[in-house]
């Protein structure tokens, strides 16, 4: 068994002649938690709509599970979950309905569809909630319900982009620790983010995007010893993006 999840070899992705990704190199181990950190318009969603098959690089190539992305796309994109920052959710059908509809593209049907929804329903906490129509859910409740979606047909990957979007404090950590539990039960997880205390609360290696490349990856540790070799000084991931890329990530945040 491949113990490389994903593999990007120097994908590029432009438009109008602009490289909204440039040359990024990434290599994800199974059951880790990556973390791809940087502000709005570094790059990450695209990244992430290339790993998924959304759209197609100009250069470079995609593995995943040891597989070419262009020979097997389709097969290996059944492997996936994907949880996008724009909610992906039918808003007139009811939470059972919306996870239902999601997994039975991947073919699930009969009981094993019906199980799934449940379980999917039961992690993310809304069993109660099956019958209530998504339209009626809060903000946090239809991410929740967004990340059942993503579950039914049991991925091996998990891709969060930006899932804690304008949610309160509550759902925020309510995700997290999900996230964290989903990884626990062997999968693993790429979590995008501007956030830097989601990275740090959640991830164990990250990686650093800005214009569209990776600058740095890492631990924490790692990455705080690119920029110091004072091993007793503490500095915050914020100091080392600050240091590393030259700008505050939060410039780039506020008001989102």
Same mark, same amino acid.
């Given at each position: ?8 070899? &120097? ?60 020979? +097997?796309?389709?097969? /290996? ?28 593209? %991947? &073919?699930?049907?009969?009981? +094993? ?77 790429? %979590? ?5 205390? +989601? ?22 540790? +790692? ?11 503490? /500095? ?21």
């Amino acid at each position: 068994m491949n113990d490389i999840v994903l593999k990007t070899d &120097g994908i590029t992705k432009k438009y109008s002649n602009k490289a909204v990704v440039d040359c990024l190199t990434l290599e994800i181990g199974r059951g880790e938690i990556f973390g791809l950190l940087g502000p709005n318009g570094a790059g990450k969603s695209t990244t992430m709509n290339m790993i998924c098959g959304l759209v197609k690089p100009n250069a470079g190539s995609i593995c995943l599970f040891g597989r070419d992305m262009k020979e +097997e796309g389709k097969k /290996l994109l059944g492997k996936i979950g994907y949880i996008p920052q724009e909610l992906a959710i039918h808003e007139n059908l009811k939470a059972w309905e919306n996870v239902e509809l999601f997994t039975s593209l %991947y &073919g699930i049907k009969g009981a +094993e569809l019906k199980k799934a929804v449940e379980e999917s329903l039961e992690f993310v906490g809304l069993s109660d909630k099956r019958n209530v129509f998504a339209k009626n859910f809060s903000g946090g409740m239809k991410r929740r319900l967004n990340i059942a979606c993503a579950l039914g047909h049991k991925p091996e990957l998990l891709i969060f982009d930006e899932p804690t979007v304008g949610i309160d404090p509550q759902s925020r950590n309510f995700i997290l620790e999900k996230i964290k539990e989903a990884n626990r039960a062997g999968t693993t997880i790429i %979590y995008t983010s501007h956030y830097m205390e +989601e990275v740090e609360a959640v991830c164990r290696r990250i990686a650093i995007m800005d214009s569209g490349k990776v600058i740095a990856t890492g631990s924490r540790e +790692e990455l705080k010893q690119l920029v110091t070799a004072d091993a007793e000084k503490e /500095l915050t991931l914020e100091e080392v993006f600050l240091t590393l890329t030259g700008k505050k990530l939060r410039d780039y945040t506020e008001g989102v």
